[in-house]
């Protein structure tokens, strides 16, 4: 069967096309905010929030976090699971996006906001208490919504939940 001339350049097009969806979101192929997102709430006195986070629970995962990234989704954020309760420093090396932190103890009690970070900073951005997780969503979003500390944060890394 002979194909018609205009076929191999079809062929060409569609391969572009599928490799630029199996990139994703984040164009580059690697972890996106949507890709095996689970998701975190956030109960504040007047309302809660839903997020769709990726949880960074290795050393690599932690390390990397959300560096490079462009952009991230309105709901989206990234969960960082230090496991056992301890003094957390965070840093913005390589991160392009302003950031709100907010370190979380062992109860989903958030015991602090660090708001706005500024990208690409080296300075060290502490926990001020001993706390199991930290939340880093996009800058402004904790005052937008009225996330203060104090508020509790629900998804199973916490106890009891």
Request: glycine content about 12%; hydrophobic content about 40%.
């Amino acid at each position: 069967m002979r194909l018609p001339p205009y076929f191999g350049k079809i062929l060409s097009v569609l391969i572009l096309f599928l490799g630029a969806a199996c990139a994703g979101p984040d164009g580059g192929g690697g972890r996106s905010s949507s890709a095996n997102a689970e998701t975190l709430i956030i109960y504040t006195d007047d309302d809660e929030y839903k997020f769709y986070i990726e949880l960074a629970d290795d050393d690599d995962e932690r390390r990397m976090g959300l560096m490079y990234r462009t952009e991230l989704a309105g709901n989206a954020g990234m969960l960082f699971d230090f496991g056992e309760p301890q003094p957390v420093s965070m840093w913005m090396k390589n991160t392009l996006i302003p950031l709100d932190m907010a370190f979380i103890d062992e109860t989903g009690e958030i015991r602090r906001i660090a708001a706005n970070t500024r990208p690409r900073s080296l300075e060290s951005v502490h926990s001020g208490a001993a706390v199991t997780a930290v939340l880093e969503v996009n800058g402004g979003t904790f005052e937008r919504l009225g996330v203060e500390e104090g508020d509790k944060v629900a998804h199973p890394v916490f106890s009891g939940q």
